[in-house]
């Protein structure tokens, strides 16, 4: 088995690893676009040959999860290529992708592309010629987010893809390693954390939920922008509104996708039908008088919104990188949007140092492989 990770280990996101066995047989593990960096640096360009039209001989493209930076690039690799992704992930794509076809970003080609996705099951065994590969429900930012067990030549690799263990889900990520995997010969894991300021103690998903719900008490008036598809956030924030009382708006988009997501899961944390208003014009003298928090993002109707109610707070509740004047090139129109006053209520999709030391406890590796990173260093630290 041959292991060539083409970018990642000097990077946080935009990672491709290729894994090959002595059979020949080819898989890749995430497509992703890079992100910015801090520092302006440009990162390399994805050239992997066997990618190519014409040229292909990657055998599967296999995506852990469905963020940007692990599946961006799915339209720039040859059609013949089957790529797979998480069954739920995939209608959760589909749904962003749509949004994003509409408003003339991308081409109907994409959304034909993505309708060819081979969605996959957790635990499911998906055989590639020689190589097995078996997805593990993971906690991350994302919904139905995985790591991949990846076996061949007797070997076992374990892929994390991003995650943590501090969300709603945390929980269940030691247990299922201990069910699906055992010891691994080799361990490919993100440290994202480990290379951006240190939090001496994370704050969970839970701790969000009760602070969101002190602060939808107190306010009348709550205006919240995190991302659409952090669906743990979003049922954090759902919960603290309905606790508090509140109303909880969105808009149809947003609605669309937790209305899905109702109906694919059992856990009651994510049970949305019924308590969630679609914002309409018509709603604006219940809004007044109940108190509400709506789901905001830099648009015309949210802008409009807040301006009618003045007197209200608004929530940033994702990561802060993006409102840094580093990233101003990137992220300007969230810049002018997001006022100054803001209360920052977040915390991070990726695992702190002891999740990351727990997930190395739980399946033993030979070797461990930082991605997702730009310290892979601080991964000797675990040894202490
Ligand atoms: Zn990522
Ligand atoms: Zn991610």
């Given at each position: 088995?041959?292991?060539?990770?083409?970018?990642?280990?000097?990077?946080?996101?935009?990672?491709?690893?290729?894994?090959?066995?002595?059979?020949?047989?080819?898989?890749?593990?995430?497509?992703?676009?890079?992100?910015?960096?801090?520092?302006?640096?440009?990162?390399?360009?994805?050239?992997?040959?066997?990618?190519?039209?014409?040229?292909?001989?990657?055998?599967?493209?296999?995506v852990?999860?469905?963020?940007?930076?692990?599946?961006?690039?799915?339209?720039?690799?040859?059609?013949?290529?089957?790529?797979?992704?998480?069954?739920?992930?995939?209608?959760?794509y589909?749904?962003?992708?749509?949004?994003?076809a509409?408003?003339?970003?991308?081409?109907?080609?994409?959304?034909?592309?993505?309708?060819?996705?081979?969605?996959?099951?957790?635990?499911?065994?998906?055989?590639?010629?020689?190589?097995?590969?078996?997805?593990?429900?993971?906690?991350?930012?994302?919904?139905?987010?995985?790591?991949?067990?990846?076996?061949?030549?007797?070997?076992?690799?374990?892929?994390?893809?991003?995650?943590?263990?501090?969300?709603?889900?945390?929980?269940?990520?030691?247990?299922?390693?201990?069910?699906?995997?055992?010891?691994?010969?080799?361990?490919?894991?993100?440290?994202t954390?480990?290379?951006?300021?240190?939090?001496?103690?994370?704050?969970?998903?839970?701790?969000?939920?009760?602070?969101?719900?002190?602060?939808?008490?107190?306010?009348?008036?709550?205006?919240?922008?995190?991302?659409?598809?952090?669906?743990?956030?979003?049922?954090?924030i759902?919960?603290?509104?309905?606790?508090?009382?509140r109303?909880?708006?969105?808009?149809?988009?947003?609605?669309?996708?937790l209305?899905?997501?109702?109906t694919?899961?059992?856990?009651?944390?994510?049970?949305?039908?019924?308590?969630?208003?679609?914002?309409?014009?018509?709603?604006?003298?219940?809004?007044?008088?109940?108190?509400?928090?709506?789901?905001?993002?830099?648009?015309?109707?949210?802008?409009?919104?807040?301006?009618?109610?003045?007197?209200?707070?608004?929530?940033?509740?994702?990561?802060?990188?993006?409102?840094?004047?580093?990233?101003?090139?990137?992220?300007?129109?969230?810049?002018?949007?997001?006022?100054?006053?803001?209360?920052?209520?977040?915390?991070?999709?990726?695992?702190?140092?002891?999740?990351?030391?727990?997930?190395?406890?739980?399946?033993?590796?030979?070797?461990?492989?930082?991605?997702?990173?730009?310290?892979?260093?601080?991964?000797?630290?675990?040894?202490?």
């Amino acid at each position: 088995m041959e292991i060539t990770i083409h970018r990642g280990t000097h990077q946080i996101g935009g990672c491709v690893t290729e894994i090959e066995s002595s059979k020949g047989t080819k898989i890749i593990i995430d497509i992703g676009e890079n992100l910015p960096t801090e520092d302006g640096r440009k990162l390399p360009e994805l050239n992997v040959e066997g990618l190519k039209e014409g040229k292909e001989d990657i055998d599967a493209v296999f995506v852990t999860h469905y963020h940007g930076d692990h599946i961006g690039l799915f339209n720039k690799i040859s059609p013949k290529i089957p790529i797979y992704i998480g069954e739920i992930s995939k209608q959760i794509y589909m749904m962003v992708a749509k949004k994003l076809a509409s408003a003339g970003i991308i081409g109907e080609e994409d959304i034909e592309r993505i309708n060819k996705f081979i969605g996959y099951k957790i635990g499911e065994k998906i055989k590639i010629n020689d190589i097995i590969v078996t997805p593990i429900e993971v906690d991350h930012s994302a919904f139905d987010a995985h790591m991949l067990l990846i076996e061949c030549d007797g070997k076992k690799v374990l892929h994390t893809g991003d995650f943590r263990t501090h969300g709603q889900r945390g929980k269940a990520v030691i247990p299922a390693l201990e069910i699906y995997v055992g010891k691994v010969d080799c361990l490919i894991c993100e440290g994202t954390t480990l290379s951006r300021e240190k939090e001496t103690q994370i704050t969970t998903e839970f701790e969000i939920q009760k602070e969101a719900k002190e602060i939808f008490e107190k306010n009348m008036y709550s205006f919240v922008i995190c991302s659409s598809t952090n669906i743990d956030r979003i049922a954090a924030i759902h919960k603290g509104a309905i606790e508090a009382g509140r109303l909880f708006v969105c808009d149809e988009y947003q609605k669309e996708i937790l209305m899905y997501i109702d109906t694919v899961s059992r856990s009651t944390y994510y049970k949305f039908k019924g308590k969630v208003l679609n914002y309409a014009e018509n709603i604006k003298n219940l809004m007044k008088e109940k108190g509400f928090v709506m789901l905001v993002r830099p648009n015309y109707i949210s802008k409009k919104v807040m301006r009618e109610f003045k007197d209200s707070v608004f929530i940033y509740s994702q990561w802060k990188g993006y409102l840094s004047e580093k990233y101003k090139n990137d992220y300007e129109y969230l810049q002018s949007f997001v006022p100054r006053d803001y209360i920052y209520l977040h915390t991070s999709g990726h695992a702190d140092f002891e999740a990351i030391k727990k997930i190395c406890e739980a399946v033993k590796p030979q070797i461990i492989i930082p991605i997702h990173g730009e310290k892979p260093e601080e991964f000797n630290n675990m040894r202490t």
